[in-house]
């Protein structure tokens, strides 16, 4: 696990993507194997009580672990004590919709058009309590690893 290397991580998410403008505030998780990062979780757009949360990833490669996965999570709901966390993905990218869905995230609205190809955002979120219900998760179990 990469935790807070934002050269790093930014960087394998950039060239992932072609772009690398995350905000002025953002942070990043990285998860390797024999030394190749497979996969980078970046937040940024942090607010009260919310966080936007990005997963950039290598393609057919085995990197959603649960140490990964839980890592993800622990951070805004666990390091940052935020009640929420946000998602946007491209409406055209049913992977990555599909494997929100499975982790919990709700389908909360669509951005038409937001995309430079014309592809609109499906804005997702799942609150603190439903991770904690949908994975049997709670804070006291986690915050010796947090």
Known sequence: MICFDRQRCFGFAAEMLGHANWGEWAQAIGYERNGELLAVVIYNNLADLNISMHVVAKTGRRWCVPEFVSAAFRYPFVQLRLNRVTAYVPSKNEAALKLDKHLGFIEEGRIREALDD?????????????????????????????
Do not use: F, N
């Not at 609109?120 to 804070?139: A, S």
């Open 118 to 146: 014309g592809d609109d955002l499906i804005v997702l979120g799942i609150l603190k309590r439903e991770w904690e219900t949908l994975h049997g998760w709670q804070e006291s179990q986690s915050s010796a690893a947090a």
